[in-house]
């Protein structure tokens, strides 16, 4: 079956960011990386994603089945270069952007997580490359499901305008510390959400950052219980492996992570709590 690349629009209901209310863009420093964390959507989450949920778990974690949601994207600067992960519905990114003094012609990598519609809305329009001089980094994996074996209009769109510039990459296990795409950025595999799903692991001077794109999308329950998964994973038990092997990793290690559904400042710690974890904002 087919899925639908826009599926992750439909986990809330989607409305644009507003500047003037809650903040909209988060910075963090990783030595010298400078780090933005840019709000796209803000909204209200539907509790009927989650999958296996039982009544009495739904009524602790979630009462009444009501919790905020968002879709973010994240700007990295440092090592002389300008990238962006993930490039949301195309929206708000821009203007977060240009109150940032960042160009889209600035941006010389766009490295995707994987090429649900949330993720790719912001790579092209009218058949033009939104980001004209960057390059595309992503999992060959991630490619071949949406591109070649279910010729999904979206992902073909998406990647077209960057004719020539397009790279792709099989991204180790996180257990075997990922592979360097660029300069202080590695890439790990993060199967389970779609069959290329992909982290980002920023790391200069004994600190690290991994953005984690859609491990996660119910953050008041997938962290206390991370077995549970959601009706977009493509297959929902290795997503549920690939999120307790990164919140492991992220407690042991005490690195920060960050996520495009976490709701702000969606970058912070994990520690262990009980049977799951707990995730720890500034």
């Known amino acids: 079956m087919k899925l639908n690349i826009f599926c992750g629009m439909l986990a809330m209901a989607v409305s644009p960011v507003l500047f003037g209310a809650e903040p909209a863009i988060y910075s963090i420093k990783i030595v010298e990386f400078d780090v933005r964390m840019l709000v796209e959507t803000r909204g ?10 039982s009544a009495a778990q739904l009524e602790t974690y979630i009462p009444g089945g009501s919790f905020g949601s968002e879709t973010n994207t994240f700007l990295v600067r440092g090592k002389g270069r300008t990238v962006v992960v993930d490039t949301g519905f ?9 109150e940032l003094g960042v160009k889209p012609e600035d941006v010389d990598t766009v ?6 519609g949330d993720h790719i809305g912001g790579m092209a329009k009218d058949g033009k490359a939104l980001f004209p001089k960057a390059k595309v980094l992503l999992a060959g994996k991630e490619r071949a499901y949406w591109v070649d074996q279910q010729g999904n209009a979206g992902a073909k769109a998406a990647l077209a305008p960057y004719s020539g510039r ?3 990459f099989e991204p180790p296990a996180l257990s075997a510390g990922g592979i360097e795409i660029l300069p202080g950025i590695r890439a790990a595999a993060a199967y389970g959400h779609t069959p290329g799903h992909t982290a980002f692991l920023v790391r200069d001077g004994g600190k690290e950052l ?4 859609d491990l996660m999308h119910v953050q008041d329950v997938q962290f206390p219980l991370p077995s549970v998964s959601v ?3 493509t ?4 997503a549920a492996a690939s999120r307790e092997e990164y919140l492991s990793y992220a407690a ?3 690195v920060l992570i960050g996520g495009m559904h976490l709701r702000y400042p969606a970058v912070g710690s994990v520690v262990s709590e009980k049977a799951g974890y707990r995730f720890v904002t500034e």
């Open 235 to 238: 297959d929902p038990k290795t």
């Open 44 to 53: 209200p989450g539907r509790a009927n994603i989650l999958l296996d949920l």
């Open 231 to 233: 009706t977009y994973d």
């Open 210 to 213: 991994v953005i984690w794109g």
């Open 252 to 254: 042991r290690n005490k």
């Open 111 to 116: 490295l995707l997580t994987h090429m649900h």
């Open 90 to 98: 195309g929206g708000a990114i821009f203007s977060s952007m240009k």
């Open 166 to 168: 397009v790279e792709t």
